[in-house]
């Protein structure tokens, strides 16, 4: 498997990341993000859905609703697992249907549910590296 790591020193770099994984992640693609609270796993999925035409202010984080949808140049299924008990929960919410969809589906905190995504996942492990520093560790971009 593939491994990128790339070192953001800003929210501009953060855009520009997203603007890349949204023009390269294909119809269909599972996304994982993993990192600690406050690491900027929302912060990559506005980049990402800015990217796609979806005005930022409306990606908020989903952890209370558990899935958000937006509607730009692609559809963009933003799921949160950090309150769900595991991946029996989240396939009972009705995950699968997301998660075979030609939408973008992104699932923050993917690796309390990781067995329920599909095999060719994309997983992004965010460390917090300074105030503003971020690094995205990329595995199985296409």
Not at 13 to 41: E, M
Not at 73 to 80: E, G, K
Not at 97 to 119: C, F, H, M, Q, R
């Amino acid at each position: 498997m593939s491994e990128i790591v790339i070192d953001a020193t800003s929210e501009q770099d953060t855009d520009h990341l997203g603007a890349d994984l949204a023009a390269r992640l294909p119809a269909g693609a599972v996304v994982s993000l993993t990192g600690t609270l406050g690491a900027g796993k929302t912060r990559l999925v506005q980049a990402i859905a800015a990217a796609c035409g979806v005005p930022r202010e409306e990606v908020v984080s989903p952890t209370f609703v558990l899935c958000q949808q937006y509607h730009g140049a692609r559809t963009i299924n933003h799921l949160d697992a950090y309150r769900l008990k595991g991946e029996d929960e989240f396939r009972e919410l009705g995950a699968a249907e997301l998660l075979n969809s030609d939408a973008l589906t992104i699932v923050e905190w993917g690796d309390k549910v990781a067995a329920a995504l599909p095999a060719d996942h994309v997983r992004i492990d965010i460390d917090v590296i300074g105030p503003t520093s971020r690094r995205f560790t990329i595995r199985g971009l296409p």
